[in-house]
């Protein structure tokens, strides 16, 4: 198993309750949809901390590494949280047009963010911390935040 092994296996954890979520939500059933989104939004932010406070600060001190791909990830991760809040704010307030909107924006920005993560970075990662029990780490928050979801 590779380091980041725990976190290619919570990137489809994540697209599944994506689509449930988007899925509810277009449906008008706003009970399930928000649940589901309760769920992903939860799942998300347990993934990007994981990778923030774990895996790129590894990362950068194994490598020296301070900007570049691990920089372009935590962009990301901030347009990500926004377009959630987005689509929180349209489930408040049951707007599926909107809801709709941010969440086919946010599906675009996770597959590009999700082929980056697991083409380039995670293989570097997985090179450069192979001595590492960063992956252990990784692999018991992750599980931690699914079992609490």
């Known amino acids: 198993m590779s380091i980041t092994s725990p976190l290619l296996t ?12 988007e899925e509810s939500c ?8 928000g ?3 309760a769920s ?13 406070e774990l895996l790129f600060p590894a990362f950068e001190a194994a490598t020296g590494m301070r900007s570049g791909p691990t920089e372009i990830m935590r962009s990301e991760h901030r347009q990500m949280r926004g377009l959630l809040a987005e689509m ?18 946010l599906l675009i920005l996770m597959q590009q963010h999700n082929m980056k993560e697991e083409n380039i970075l995670y293989p570097m990662c ?20 699914c079992q609490s979801a």
């Open 40 to 52: 992903l939004a939860g799942e998300l932010e347990s993934h990007f901390s994981s990778e923030e």
């Open 10 to 21: 919570h990137h489809k954890h994540c697209d599944d309750l994506f689509a449930g979520a």
């Open 126 to 145: 997985d090179n450069a911390l192979a001595a590492s029990d960063v992956g252990v780490s990784l692999a018991e928050r992750l599980k931690a935040a």
């Open 35 to 37: 649940q589901a989104f």
């Open 88 to 105: 929180q704010g349209a489930l408040a307030c049951r707007d599926s047009d909107a809801f709709g909107g941010s969440a086919g924006t």
């Open 26 to 33: 277009a449906n008008g059933d706003w009970t399930a949809g």
